[in-house]
């Protein structure tokens, strides 16, 4: 697609319940990047990827997260174990590895 | 964390020029400008970016100061559109890993 696109656009969640989210980025972008937003806040940095390898996964703000992108192109959010301080919008964005990312549209969490 | 500072938030009357503010005064030789903006339940949308030189597109202007401690993100004509929230980063041009800080919300009125 001519964007990058996330799915799915809104998840409620039973705390304790794992979710998966996913992320589609622009075709041939070598570098994926996840966010983390909370409301009134700006987005917080996850982890980053180029291509297939994981280069930075400091922004993970506990072991429940977990992200991979084993083909180098779509990305997956795996949040295992929900808890309510992780209701936020989880936004996902690519680039050539140069000069400035795209973002998708995010996911909202809610966990209740 | 941010390496930028910003005005949390700025009115400018539509029809007007919005010029929005930035200071990164410890900006290193090998550091852009970027500036990104974020309306209501979208993700964050790429305006500009710029090194030294004042730069131009169909969106906005980039002016950076000599010294590169600051630079201004002006909006020539603005729409009720554009009312959102305003990021300025500073980001090693070879990792284009965006740390946000908490931006300039830019409310724009009829």
């Known amino acids: 697609g001519a964007g990058v696109s996330q799915s799915p656009r809104y998840k409620v969640a039973k705390r304790g319940q794992d979710v998966a989210l996913r992320c589609d980025p622009i075709s041939g972008h070598v570098s994926l990047f996840w966010y983390q937003q909370a409301l009134g806040q700006g987005p917080e940095f996850l982890t980053y990827f180029q291509n297939e390898a994981q280069l930075d996964k400091s922004g993970l703000p506990s072991d429940r997260f977990f992200a991979e992108r084993p083909e180098g192109s779509v990305s997956t959010l795996k949040i295992q174990r929900t808890q309510q301080e992780d209701s936020a919008v989880y936004l996902c964005?690519?680039?050539?590895?140069?000069?400035?990312?795209?973002f998708g549209q995010g996911t909202r969490l809610t966990v209740v | 964390d941010a390496k930028t500072t910003q005005p949390p938030s700025m009115d400018c009357a539509e029809g007007r020029a919005a010029n929005l503010p930035c200071n990164h005064s410890?900006?290193?030789?090998?550091?852009?400008v970027y500036w990104y903006r974020q309306i209501h339940s979208q993700g964050p949308q790429y305006i500009i970016h710029g090194l030294k030189n004042n730069e131009t597109n169909e969106m906005a202007s980039l002016i950076i100061t000599e010294d590169r401690k600051s630079s201004t993100l002006i909006l020539p004509h603005a729409t009720l559109r554009d009312t959102a929230v305003y990021y300025c980063i500073v980001i090693d041009y070879n990792t284009d890993k965006l740390i946000f800080g908490t931006g300039t919300r830019l409310q724009v009125f009829p």
């Open positions: 410890t900006i290193s030789g090998n550091e852009y």
């Open positions: 964005a690519s680039s050539l590895g140069v000069g400035g990312a795209f």
